[in-house]
Nanobody, 125 residues
Framework: QVELVESGGGLVQAGDSLRLSCVAS????????MAWFRQAPGKEREFLGA????????YYADSVTGRFTISRNNAKMLVYLKMNDLRPEDTAVYYC??????????????????WGQGTQVTVSS
């Protein structure tokens, strides 16, 4: 069992940067690949990127490649999403998710076992 809690969201202006954090609890956290998703009102949950259990590899959606970076610190049980050059269309609730042990990088939300409650990011123009 893994519990996830996101933080770091808020109201920013276009062009600003923001770093979201996801703190985990549970003995198996370091064995799970992790991912970040977001969901805007009226839209489906969107995959942003993923990171392997050991942090060696990352994978990003085209929409955020070059602007967003995922990292993790297993000793501190933390996963980060650093977002640069934010745009109004980045406004959404942002979620971290843990994938089943042995897999990583899938974009389908249904393939993730554990989710946080989300943190709101609002980007004003």
């Amino acid at each position: 069992q893994v519990e996830l809690v996101e933080s770091g969201g808020g109201l920013v202006q276009a062009g600003d940067s923001l770093r979201l954090s996801c703190v985990a609890s549970g003995r198996t956290f370091s064995n799970h690949a992790m991912a970040w998703f977001r969901q805007a009102p009226g839209k489906e949950r969107e995959f942003l990127g993923a990171i392997t259990w050991n942090g060696v590899s990352t994978y990003y959606a085209d929409s955020v490649t070059g602007r967003f970076t995922i990292s993790r610190n297993n000793a501190k049980m933390l996963v980060y999403l650093k977002m640069n050059d934010l745009r109004p269309e980045d406004t959404a609730v942002y979620y971290c998710a843990a994938q089943g042990i042995g897999t990583w990088g899938t974009i389908n939300p249904s393939e993730y076992d554990y989710w946080g409650q989300g943190t709101q990011v609002t980007v004003s123009s």
